[in-house]
């Protein structure tokens, strides 16, 4: 994603050319990739979780930027954290996420109405407890809690976005699962309800749908190249 016409000869030189913004996402990144990397073999696409945070936090970013209402950065770090519960579900109680999962699946029903049905709770409020314990900042507490909620337009700006980018990952099949993806385009954006999350977009201030749609069909190829390079 930084490749140079130029060769970065040293940490140094990587570190000014970077910024310290982008060096806090690539280590924050990386360590999320860590927590989640010790599960493959349980019947979860690990990869599959870890395109969804990927790409929500991209999305958010995205939204961020043509929103003006939020700060790209805390988008992206937003993006990559909102399933923090998840990571915590998934290495404390495996079989019962994995029940919890298959039941989504077989219903169709949100993971989040699942983890309720397996759990009574689920990975948002476990996640909101991680958040309180290792004193995140408010806002992205908030997103950790709130960004399933189905009254989200009187949440803040921030919540209402990573809600978005939540829906539209999931809408383009960037989300966590325990099968492989029946169908798996290598471009394009062919999510069932995009045109109906995109007229949400408003609602945060996003109004060039052109540029959105046009950006989302490169990150979403963004995504699933940086996470088969990783994989593979
Ligand atoms: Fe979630
Ligand atoms: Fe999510």
Known sequence: MYKLLHDIESVKQALIYLGPQKVFEIILTSCFLELTDNHVGYGLRVQSCWEHSFGVALVA?????????????????????????????????????????????DKELDIHDAELKVFGTSHCEIG?????????PEPLA???????????????????IVNLADRICTDVRLKCSAEEPSQHGGNGVYGEHLHELEQQLAAVGVTDLAAFRITLGRLIDEVREAVRTIYS
């Open 128 to 136: 909101a407890l991680l958040a309180e314990q290792w004193r995140f």
């Open 61 to 105: 970013r995205n939204l961020g930027e043509l929103s003006g209402s939020v700060r790209p950065e805390l988008a992206y770090v937003s993006g990559i954290l909102h399933d923090v519960g998840q990571v915590l579900l998934m290495n404390q109680c495996r079989d019962e996420f994995r029940q919890a999962m298959q039941l989504s699946a």
């Open 142 to 160: 908030q997103v950790i809690l709130h960004h399933h909620d189905k009254q989200i337009g009187q949440s803040i700006p921030l919540v209402q």
